[in-house]
């Protein structure tokens, strides 16, 4: 069972605990086996794929991280094919955004870099009107 995102009194440090928790033999560093178990570990009816509502629901009931926009956000980046959901097939990418210098491992620094990254995304994220009408103007035939 996984007993990680264990709740605290006071958590001042939250990404630390979170950091830990994710580092599992605690070298101080996140691999990708550790990083994919981790979104994994999200999938509660084990069909291969992570949804937004599964992702969201632990994030905020189960593993108590944070807000339902927290979790919005780093869906949005763990998705990385934009196909709506979490799979194995987005880690590769999903990986890469955290593992800044490219060294096949994600340390605390750039843990904390690129969580704090993804705070500041709104947690509303307006989708661009890709299929607005075309503005060309074609004259009747
Ligand atoms: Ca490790
Ligand atoms: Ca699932
Ligand atoms: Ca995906
Ligand atoms: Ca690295």
């Not at 440090?13 to 550790?34: A, H, S, T």
Request: with cysteine; glycine share 6%; charged share 25%.
């Amino acid at each position: 069972m996984w007993s990680f995102f264990r709740y605290c009194d006071s958590e001042p440090q939250r990404e630390y605990i979170l950091f830990e928790r994710v580092d599992k033999n605690l070298d101080g560093n996140v691999d990708k086996q550790e990083f994919n178990g981790i979104f994994l570990a999200f999938d509660v009816n084990h069909d291969g794929n992570v949804t937004e509502s599964e992702f969201r629901d632990d994030w905020v009931n189960l593993y108590k991280i944070g807000a339902p926009n927290e979790a919005d956000a780093l869906y949005l980046r763990a998705d990385t094919n934009d196909d709506g959901m979490i799979t194995l097939a987005d880690m590769p990418q999903a990986f890469g955004y955290f593992d800044l210098n490219n060294d096949g491992n994600v340390d605390m620094n750039e843990f904390l870099t690129q969580w704090g990254d993804l705070k500041l995304i709104p947690s509303k994220v307006d989708i661009i009107d890709s299929n607005s009408p075309s503005t060309t103007t074609k004259a009747p035939h």
